[in-house]
């Protein structure tokens, strides 16, 4: 029967961020650049955790094959391009992301977007994956593009000073790299202007971040994890700046009018990993029926580091080495068990991905571990972040009920 005039439609469980309209203009506006930057022979691919500073202070443009990961998933086209490399030999147990971005290489054709555009370099970094080496190796046999890799070698609590400068000598042979391979010198005090605009970008979202700590969420998992794009892809520019101000002011507008990212939240919930990109909506949406929220996250956190002032690439040695995936399992515990308490947390969700083994490394230990500082309980669920046939619908509902039934 057809609602009469006087009929209030019913509100959904989560509300929609107004911005959103301006983060598919702002991310379209760069995908559209990345074409441009590669038909002028400006572009690179860098890996996530990449000083991304140092060749965007080069005016080269970034592409992050993790971030059309995350398009390819969401796309559900995982399993066909996983597929593709797997037909070149690769095994099914690599990361997704790295089989979802030599797929796309082989059949450009049938990947969303037509793929990423084709790179001048390819710039890895290895402070939170193994992988990336191996990965970029592989693509640059396919497309000619020549690889660099800012090695970080794993800490273990405070950076040594021996450390310090192994890192800083490998930004400078990756200063030597991009004048060579795009032609042009090196500018120290350009460097310092788009560290100052990263800086900025930072602030805003770890300002978003942080007033998630309102009760209702202004934000929850699925917003923060779409809205982190431009921290990722955009670093050092104006239009990350533009985005982040627009974005803040909604949020703010929310925690004052107390208006909260789903309509009934009643268990506040953490959230470790990356998502299952091809099912975010529905894994978050579905949750936020029963009232359930994720004002915090290990993953959208890690993009909140600032670069101190000081000798530029030291600063840069410093923030990029330091991310907690390059400092051991007792670096991510304590940053998780602090996201509980200063978020007031009930709970928490760790996501084991299959072919993420880095971030995934030690989850059982981590799990109890957090229950025994916190009090607080938790569950391990099993997927992958693209190659949908690794997850288990089911089974993932299932676990996240036996949660929910300790807490409420």
């Known amino acids: 029967m057809a609602p009469d005039a006087t009929t209030t439609p019913k509100e959904k469980a989560y509300r929609k961020l107004n911005t959103s309209k301006l983060l598919r203009d702002t991310m379209t506006l760069h995908i559209l650049s990345t074409k441009q930057a590669s038909q002028q022979g400006r572009l690179a691919w860098v890996t996530s955790g990449f000083p991304v500073e140092i060749p965007v202070a080069f005016d080269v443009t970034a592409a992050y094959p ?3 990961g995350a398009i390819v998933g969401s796309e559900k086209c995982g399993p066909l391009l996983c597929g593709f490399a797997e037909e070149l030999g690769f095994s099914q147990e690599l990361c997704s992301y790295a089989r979802s971005s030599i797929g796309s290489v082989k059949n450009p054709q ?16 290895n402070n939170i994956c193994g992988t990336v080496l191996s990965w970029y190796e592989a693509v640059s046999e396919m497309t000619g593009a020549p690889v660099y890799l800012v090695d970080m070698p794993p800490l273990e609590g405070d950076q040594p000073s021996h450390h310090l400068s192994y890192v800083k000598s490998k930004l400078e042979g990756l200063i030597e790299f991009l004048s060579q391979t795009f032609n042009q010198d090196y500018d ?22 942080e007033a998630c700590r309102h009760k209702p969420t202004p934000l929850n998992c ?9 921290i990722v892809a955009l670093r050092g520019t104006q239009q990350a700046i533009s985005f982040y101000q ?11 009018n107390n208006v909260g990212a789903i309509v009934d939240e009643k268990v506040r919930l953490l ?33 909140s580091a600032n670069i101190p002032r000081g000798e530029i690439l030291e600063s840069i040695a410093k923030v990029y080495s330091n991310v907690y995936l390059n400092k051991g399992l007792t670096a991510k515990i304590d940053k998780m068990c602090s996201l509980i308490k200063d978020y007031d947390l009930e709970g928490f969700v760790l996501f084991s991905v299959r072919s993420c083994k880095r971030y995934s490394l030690g989850q059982m230990v981590t799990k109890e571990e957090i229950t025994r500082r916190t009090g607080v309980p938790g569950v391990i669920i099993e997927g992958d972040m693209v190659d949908s046939q690794q997850y288990n619908e089911a089974q993932v509902e299932t676990r996240v009920e ?3 039934e300790m807490i409420v």
């Not at 699925?222 to 431009?230: C, E, H, K, Q, V």
């Not at 627009?246 to 004052?256: G, N, S």
Request: proline share 7%.
């Open 110 to 125: 049938q990947s969303p977007l037509t793929g990423l555009p084709t790179p001048q370099a390819l710039l890895a970094c």
């Open 246 to 256: 627009a974005f803040l002011a909604e949020v703010q507008d929310r925690v004052k």
């Open 271 to 303: 959230w470790d990993n990356i998502p299952p990109w091809f099912t975010i909506y529905n894994f978050f949406n579905t949750l936020a029926k029963k009232g359930v929220s994720f004002p915090a996250d290990s993953y959208t956190h890690a993009w």
């Open 188 to 209: 120290e005090e350009k460097l310092i202007q788009v560290a100052e605009l990263s800086n900025e970008a930072v602030s805003l979202w770890t300002r978003a971040l």
């Open 402 to 404: 036996a949660l929910l």
């Open 222 to 230: 699925a917003d923060r994890f779409l809205s982190m794009a431009p």
């Open 66 to 68: 993790e971030q059309y």
